[in-house]
């Protein structure tokens, strides 16, 4: 199976890549920001292994009260100094960008709900490109594959970066390399959550699992095989379908803006 990567080949890879684009673009730091999830976790364990702790600002924007443990969990096991890392509290910049767009702090619609969720990225992206500028560095994304294809971000938001470690590889491939990098259990346990509200997973809110994502993906996206023709043996075609609709509803995120051609 393709997705069976080899996490040495590729952790050699990226550390290449991490320090040509730094060099082609005439960089010599890093800023990223670290939510304590996987994707993060990965990505500033790689940054560090290719240009070196002192080269990376790893960058915290919790919402108000959002638990930032594993975020100091995963810069302390990269032995980062705590000096070099930034902090900013996006609790109060939303919630006067809410209060212009009259949405409730506790959103009483799904949309209202998505759209304070949008308003949180961006917000982020804001703060980290202008530190990035500041420091005259660039900003390092942390979207997978599989997010890509499901559009499973937001635009202008955390789809915003100058490079992308790991885009290329799809969900559980990342695991493949947080394995292979050794980073601590809790990174690899648990749920995937963009947190941008209680209790939220990726997992529920797309109506099914990474790992069912990815084997339909692998067909539809790496084989290039039509929708009709994608079987992934164990997973019921309701299923299948379900992710199918999903890469097809959100294909305009990968298109946009539209212009004459």
Known sequence: MK??????????????????????????????AVSGGLDSAVCLTLLVRSLGSKSITPVLLPYYD?????????????KIDKKQVVE?????????????????SSPQTKQDEIRLGNMMTRVRMILIFDLAKK??????GTENKSEKYLGYFTRFGDEASDLEPI??????????LAQHLRL???????????????????????????????????????????????????????????VIERVRSQEFKRQVPYKIR
């Open 66 to 78: 959002q638990d930032m443990s594993h975020a100091w969990l995963i810069i302390d096991w990269n």
């Open 135 to 140: 420091l005259d560095a660039l900003v390092c």
């Open 3 to 32: 997705r069976n990567i080899d996490p040495a080949w590729n952790t050699q890879q990226i550390e290449t890549f991490v320090k040509k684009t730094l060099r082609n673009t005439y960089k010599k730091q890093v800023v990223i």
């Open 184 to 242: 601590p259990a809790i990174f690899l346990d648990k749920p995937p959550s963009a947190g941008l509200w209680t209790d939220q997973t990726d997992e529920e809110e797309l109506g099914f699992s990474y790992d069912t994502a990815d084997l339909v993906l692998e067909q539809l996206i790496d084989e290039q095989k039509k929708q009709g023709n994608v079987v992934v043996k164990g997973i019921d075609q309701v299923k299948v379908r379900q």
């Open 167 to 176: 885009q290329h590889l799809y969900k559980t491939q990342v695991r493949a």
């Open 88 to 104: 900013i509290n996006i609790g109060q910049p939303v919630a006067e960008l809410a209060r212009i767009q009259n949405i409730s």
